[in-house]
């Protein structure tokens, strides 16, 4: 077969992968509404959080919730199709945890733009109800797992990692939220390498890269402290890689590519940018960053990115880019231990490169 054969191939099955898991989500809200649609007490309810899931939950790039029967047909390539249908569900439980993370998220950075579209909260007549329907769409997923989990042997153990997952990404959060000071002031005093790479671990990468793989291992039998403590070393390095990526596109990318508006440096996020910055900048140009970042005016956010481009951050991060896939795959070889490299190769190879 030749390399375009291949290319066409490997473009078939992701597409048919893609279709197999997009076509459980009708049934998915369906058993979370149903009930309660009859119930004329809480139909209204039901009726606003169908349309809470249906906006928020589907229209990302899946990749996430995907990872979850593709790592497990790695781990297990004869698995039945039962199993495939209940990995594709874990997948979905970690699409509706991301839109749990990303309404409220989205709230409290002020956003505009999520996946292309306004923001949850900018909805008409949403606005802070947005509160109240992140905690629904964090409900939602445990009600999947136990309908569809509960008399399986590694349901404890999925329902364990969900839970410590979102203990981790709300650190993350924390750690996110506290390190820039109140609206209006900038302190770069705390925007250093580690406590960046500390927010990127808990923020993003545990519940992005560890916990769909972490799911097909339980659901394949793998359950050892070893094997799991492999795959995590090795998935938290691909997380780091991935915000830093992240927080590029959010200055540079196109929005009509990456499905938002990027506001992290009016939002005084600790990204990987401006940490560089602050690590090259001269006395002068860290006034100019101290004076206009953190702000919402469109000329104070030119003078920053004017900065960033003094300083060549373009070049810095495609250098980057390129080192840390590097050191990945030397990582993937060494740590995967009795795990399949594969699982991790195909992680990587999605992310390399990437535009949105």
Same mark, same amino acid.
């Given at each position: 077969?030749?390399?375009?054969?291949?290319?066409?191939?490997?473009?078939?099955?992701?597409?048919?992968?893609?279709?197999?898991?997009?076509?459980?989500?009708?049934?998915?809200?369906? @058993?979370?509404?149903?009930?309660?649609?009859? @119930?004329?007490?809480?139909?209204?309810?039901?009726?606003?959080?169908?349309?809470?899931?249906?906006?928020?939950?589907?229209?990302?790039?899946?990749?996430?919730?995907?990872?979850?029967?593709?790592?497990?047909?790695?781990?297990?390539?004869?698995?039945? $199709?039962?199993?495939?249908?209940?990995?594709?569900?874990?997948?979905?439980?970690?699409?509706?945890?991301?839109?749990?993370?990303?309404?409220?998220?989205?709230?409290?950075?002020?956003?505009?733009?999520?996946?292309?579209?306004?923001?949850?909260?900018?909805?008409?007549?949403?606005?802070?109800?947005?509160?109240?329907?992140?905690?629904?769409?964090?409900?939602?997923?445990? $009600?999947?797992?136990?309908?569809?989990?509960?008399?399986?042997?590694?349901?404890?153990?999925?329902?364990?990692?969900?839970?410590?997952?979102?203990?981790?990404?709300?650190?993350?959060?924390?750690?996110?939220?506290?390190?820039?000071?109140?609206?209006?002031?900038?302190?770069?005093?705390?925007?250093?390498?580690?406590?960046?790479?500390?927010?990127?671990?808990?923020?993003?990468?545990?519940?992005?890269?560890?916990?769909?793989?972490?799911?097909?291992?339980?659901?394949?039998?793998?359950?050892?402290?070893?094997?799991?403590?492999?795959?995590?070393?090795?998935?938290?390095?691909?997380?780091?890689?991935?915000?830093?990526?992240?927080?590029?596109?959010?200055?540079?990318? @196109?929005?009509?590519?990456?499905?938002?508006?990027?506001?992290?440096?009016?939002?005084?996020?600790?990204?990987?940018?401006?940490?560089?910055?602050?690590?090259?900048?001269?006395?002068?140009?860290?006034?100019?960053?101290?004076?206009?970042?953190?702000?919402?005016?469109?000329?104070?956010?030119?003078?920053?990115?004017?900065?960033?481009?003094?300083?060549?951050?373009?070049?810095?991060?495609?250098?980057?880019?390129?080192?840390?896939?590097?050191?990945?795959?030397?990582?993937?070889?060494?740590?995967?231990?009795?795990?399949?490299? @594969?699982?991790?190769?195909?992680?990587?190879?999605?992310?390399?490169?990437?535009?949105?």
């Amino acid at each position: 077969m030749g390399d375009d054969q291949c290319i066409a191939s490997k473009k078939s099955r992701s597409m048919s992968e893609l279709e197999e898991f997009d076509s459980l989500f009708p049934d998915l809200v369906d @058993d979370l509404t149903k009930i309660g649609l009859k @119930d004329v007490e809480i139909s209204d309810a039901m009726k606003w959080f169908k349309e809470v899931s249906e906006y928020n939950v589907p229209f990302g790039k899946k990749n996430r919730g995907m990872s979850v029967a593709m790592s497990y047909q790695r781990f297990v390539p004869d698995a039945t $199709q039962e199993d495939l249908k209940r990995a594709r569900i874990l997948g979905w439980c970690v699409e509706w945890l991301q839109a749990y993370f990303l309404v409220a998220d989205d709230l409290m950075d002020k956003s505009v733009t999520r996946r292309g579209k306004p923001c949850w909260y900018k909805r008409e007549n949403v606005g802070t109800i947005a509160v109240n329907d992140s905690f629904y769409l964090e409900a939602a997923l445990y $009600q999947i797992l136990r309908k569809h989990f509960r008399h399986l042997p590694y349901y404890t153990s999925i329902l364990e990692l969900f839970h410590d997952t979102t203990m981790q990404t709300v650190i993350g959060q924390c750690l996110d939220l506290t390190t820039a000071p109140p609206e209006g002031t900038v302190d770069f005093k705390g925007y250093t390498l580690d406590r960046y790479s500390a927010i990127v671990k808990y923020k993003t990468a545990f519940y992005s890269f560890y916990l769909p793989v972490a799911l097909a291992m339980y659901m394949a039998g793998i359950s050892d402290e070893a094997s799991h403590a492999n795959a995590k070393t090795i998935l938290l390095q691909m997380g780091h890689f991935f915000q830093v990526q992240d927080d590029f596109l959010d200055c540079y990318g @196109d929005p009509e590519v990456i499905g938002k508006i990027g506001t992290d440096i009016q939002d005084n996020k600790c990204g990987w940018l401006v940490v560089q910055a602050l690590n090259r900048a001269s006395d002068s140009q860290r006034k100019v960053l101290e004076e206009n970042y953190g702000q919402h005016d469109p000329e104070k956010v030119k003078k920053v990115k004017a900065v960033f481009g003094e300083l060549n951050l373009q070049k810095v991060y495609t250098d980057y880019e390129e080192t840390s896939y590097n050191e990945l795959n030397v990582l993937i070889g060494k740590c995967a231990g009795n795990l399949p490299q @594969d699982v991790f190769r195909d992680f990587a190879k999605k992310i390399y490169k990437r535009q949105k």
